[in-house]
Nanobody
Framework: QVQLVESGGGLVQSGGSLRLSCAAS????????MGWFRQAPGKEREFVAA????????DYADSVKGRFTISRDNAKNTVYLQMNSLKPEDTAVYYC?????????????????WGQGTQVTVSS
C-alpha cells in the first residue's frame, strides 16, 4: 500500500499563491505517476494535474494551465502543486493520488491510493 499525506492548504485572496505538498510512504516503488484532483462543494471531483514519477512528464487540466505547476522530489517521495493567480473558482478540497500504470490521467478510478485532502479557499 501507499500512504499519502497532503499539506499546504489554506485561505488566500484572489490572485494569491499557495503550494500544496503530498508526501508518499509505503510501497512507493509501485508508483507510476501521481496526480492532483479537486472537489468543490456540490460538484464532482475533477482532475487538476499529474506527473510521471520517472521522467517527470506532466499534464494539466485546461482550467489551470499557465497558473499551476506540478513537480516532484523523488528523494523525498513528495509531489508539489504550486498554485499561482488563484481564483475563487479554485476553491475546493484538493486530493493527491497515485497510479501504478499510464492509462488516462483524467480518470479518477484509475488511481489506486488517495490522500485525505486539504482545503483551499480563495476569497474574492
Amino acid at each position: 500500500q501507499v500512504q499519502l499525506v497532503e499539506s499546504g492548504g489554506g485561505l488566500v485572496q484572489s490572485g494569491g499563491s499557495l503550494r500544496l505538498s503530498c508526501a508518499a510512504s509505503g510501497r512507493t516503488v509501485s508508483v507510476y505517476a501521481m496526480g492532483w484532483f479537486r472537489q468543490a462543494p456540490g460538484k464532482e471531483r475533477e482532475f487538476v494535474a499529474a506527473i510521471k514519477w520517472s521522467g517527470g512528464s506532466v499534464d494539466y487540466a485546461d482550467s489551470v494551465k499557465g497558473r499551476f505547476t506540478i513537480s516532484r522530489d523523488n528523494a523525498k517521495n513528495t509531489v508539489y502543486l504550486q498554485m499561482n493567480s488563484l481564483k475563487p473558482e479554485d476553491t475546493a478540497v484538493y486530493y493527491c493520488a497515485t497510479r501504478t500504470y499510464s492509462g488516462n490521467y483524467y480518470r479518477e478510478y484509475e488511481y489506486a491510493y488517495w490522500g485525505q485532502g486539504t482545503q483551499v479557499t480563495v476569497s474574492s
